[in-house]
T-cell receptor, first 114, second 113 residues
Framework: DSGVTQTPKHLITATGQRVTLRCSPR?????VYWYQQSLDQGLQFLIQ???????AKGNILERFSAQQFPDLHSELNLSSLELGDSALYFC?????????????FGPGTRLTVL | AQSVTQLGSHVSVSEGALVLLRCNYS??????LFWYVQYPNQGLQLLLK??????LVKGINGFEAEFKKSETSFHLTKPSAHMSDAAEYFC???????????FGGGTRVLVKP
């Protein structure tokens, strides 16, 4: 158990819908990262938040957005869903306090768009 | 930009045989290098990491990897495969502490009895 929790574990929805994925980082970790794992694209970085502020952006679609709240949990919002958005979405967290900080991954949310 | 190439999307080894998973990276700055393992229906678990210092790094479950700057490689090995090693393995690179990870395509390991 990495200490990172993600809800829900599974999500099935239809095209055009909007969903929210939630991530709670390890206690004390300030950075949250979102990754997408799909058969087509493999594992790719979407976005990083540090202590409530966006820090880095990767291959995140405009239909997707994220935020980190004062209690440091994060949400990834996916809208106007398409079949190709079906994937496993991982959240990771790190302490991010100077030097090397390992990223700890949650169990993921499997999104299926029908 | 950084990139990672893992040679072989599938590797089959016999129980007790050497496991060798190949990883080559591209980075314009000194890299941080990682190997992660993913068991079915689970998240990613860190096996080992290279940040600075000793180029031969040892990880969990008997795995080790060697950072070779001249070859831009970070191959993962385990002397004797166990059935429990069946999983998917990902090599990743980061440009600095706390930054995003760039992953390779993954190598699925099958262990034959």
């Amino acid at each position: 158990d990495s200490g990172v929790t993600q809800t829900p574990k599974h999500l099935i929805t239809a095209t055009g819908q909007r969903v929210t994925l939630r991530c709670s980082p390890r206690s004390g970790d300030l950075s949250v990262y979102w990754y997408q794992q799909s058969l087509d694209q493999g594992l790719q970085f979407l976005i990083q938040y540090y202590n409530g502020e966006e820090r880095a952006k990767g291959n995140i679609l405009e239909r997707f957005s994220a935020q980190q709240f004062p209690d440091l949990h994060s949400e990834l919002n996916l809208s106007s869903l398409e079949l190709g958005d079906s994937a496993l979405y991982f959240c990771a967290s790190s302490a991010h306090r100077g030097g090397y900080n390992e990223q700890f991954f949650g169990p993921g949310t499997r999104l299926t768009v029908l | 930009a950084q990139s990672v190439t893992q040679l072989g999307s599938h590797v089959s080894v016999s129980e007790g045989a050497l496991v060798l998973l190949r990883c080559n990276y591209s980075s314009s700055v000194p890299p941080y290098l990682f190997w992660y393992v993913q068991y079915p229906n689970q998240g990613l678990q860190l096996l080992l990491k290279y940040t600075t210092g000793a180029t031969l790094v040892k990880g969990i479950n008997g795995f080790e990897a060697e950072f070779k700057k001249s070859e831009t490689s970070f191959h993962l090995t385990k002397p004797s495969a166990h059935m429990s090693d069946a999983a998917e393995y990902f090599c990743a690179v980061s440009s600095a502490a706390g930054n995003k990870l760039t992953f390779g395509g993954g190598t699925r390991v099958l262990v034959k009895p």
